[in-house]
Every structure is written in C-alpha cells, then in structure tokens.
C-alpha cells in the first residue's frame, strides 16, 4: 500500500514537538525556551504555540526559573509497565477533551492490512456516536473517514479497495461512481476537512482529516446529528487545528 499524502500542517508540528521533546529529555536540568528556539530554529511564536500545547497535554513543564523538563506524560511513557496502556490511557484523554471542546463525537481510524478499522472513539450524552447501521469497513465510499482514508492512498491502492468493497448506495446522497469518487478525492485539498452530508447514514453529518503517522494512514473524525449540521464546518476546522495532540500520541 502506498500512501499518497499526509496532513501536512498536523504532521510538521508532530515533527517539530517530537524535536522538543527530544531536547528536553536529554537535558534533565531544563532547557530556556531562547535554548530551544536556537537548536529548533523555529521561529519564536510558532515555538510558543508549540511549548502551549505540549503544557497543556503533560509533555513538558516550566519550573520556576521559566526553563522546561519533562511532564507527567512522558514519564509516565517512560516508566509505565505497560507502555500500550499508557499510550492507550494519554489518547483517550486527549480524545474526551476534543469531543468536549467541540461538542461532537471523535473518532480515530486506521487503514490497516487493506481495511478501515474504528480503533478510538469518545461520545458522551450529548455528543452521541454515529450508528454504524452499516460496517465502516464496506462503506470507505460514503463515510468521512473513509473518504478520508482513501484520500491517503496512492490510485492502485484506492482501486484495489474499491474492488474488494462494492459501491452501494447507503441514502440518496450517497457517491456510487467510481470515476466521480476518485475525481472528488483527487480534487481534495489534504488539509481540508472531508466532508460526509447524510451521505452514510440519513440523520449524520461528519467531517474527517488525516492524521498519517509513519508509514500508517489514519483518521480523526467527528459526527453530528443532522440537526445541528450548521455548526459542521466550523467544527471540522476546529478539529484540524486540534488534530496534532492526537497524532502526537499516536507518534510517540
């Protein structure tokens, strides 16, 4: 399987927080934030941003001289006897924390051995999951995430899928031309949201942006009931702001 593309403004930051963290980890004692912007060469708002973000989710800590040292995150990565579980944990909370501050259902897929699998979710009461009236596996042609998904891969793969899994139509919205799917993939910008309008499922509305770590395609999507589509595109653009925490978990 090849991969076609990465989210790309999601994937350099990942880069650029694993190259802090790495600096600091090395340096027990602490590092300036004027220490990390000389060995980054990051400029110095974007490396503020940075440092915000990895405050906010544990990875690093100010001490009182303003210098910055490892976080309770990651020494808990560090020190954990099941560092799966650990990892597992840090995702799940990052997870709560997206569906909470944008008020929808989250998802995390990967495409795996040539198929979709659903491996994260956080729903609440108020932010209720998508049925999954039909396998998201069988249905990459009508969902966020799949067309996501499929986004990522190079054309041989996309066919290769698209042959295994027949195009049905799930509701009137629904894509079932190959020729029309691979041209709206083509033409999908990889650092805007996919977009699924009752397209899955009558009643759902979801978007989906890629989350590629490595050599694995993945995808962070949210789901709204059809009620509340008109907070969908803002919600979407929230969500690829925020989609480099998850992909920093799922990198390191």
């Not at 934030?33 to 973000?53: F, I, K, S």
């Not at 067309?147 to 066919?159: E, I, M, T, V, Y």
């Not at 799930?170 to 949201?193: C, F, G, K, M, Y």
Request: net charge positive.
């Amino acid at each position: 399987m090849a991969v076609q593309r990465e989210s790309t403004t999601a994937h350099q930051l990942v880069q650029n927080a694993l190259r802090v963290l790495e600096i600091v980890a090395r340096r027990g004692t602490g590092v300036t934030e004027e220490e990390l912007a000389r060995r980054t060469t990051m400029p110095a708002d974007r490396l503020a941003a940075l440092l915000r973000m990895l405050r906010r989710e544990g990875y690093v800590e100010q001490i009182t001289d303003g210098a910055y040292v490892t976080g309770v995150s990651l020494t808990r990565l560090g020190s954990a006897h099941d560092r799966a579980l650990a990892l597992r944990d840090k995702l799940r909370h990052t997870l709560g924390g997206l569906r909470d501050s944008i008020g929808a259902a989250v998802y995390v897929s990967r495409y795996v051995d040539g198929e979709i699998r659903v491996t994260d979710f956080a729903d609440g009461p108020g932010t209720p999951k998508v049925n999954e009236w039909v396998d998201f596996r069988v249905s990459a042609h009508a969902s966020a995430v799949g067309k996501s998904l499929l986004g990522q891969l190079d054309l041989d793969a996309r066919r290769d899928h698209l042959s295994r899994h027949k195009m049905a139509r799930l509701t009137s919205r629904t894509i079932t031309s190959e020729r029309v799917l691979l041209s709206n993939l083509d033409a999908q910008a990889a650092t805007v949201p996919v977009l699924d309008l009752q397209e899955y499922a009558v009643g759902t509305v979801c978007a989906a942006v890629p989350i590629t770590a490595g050599a694995t395609v993945g995808s962070l999507a949210l789901s709204l009931p059809v009620e509340h589509a008109h907070r969908l595109r803002e919600a979407a653009e929230t969500l690829n702001r925020k989609a480099a925490p998850v992909l920093l978990s799922l990198a390191i």
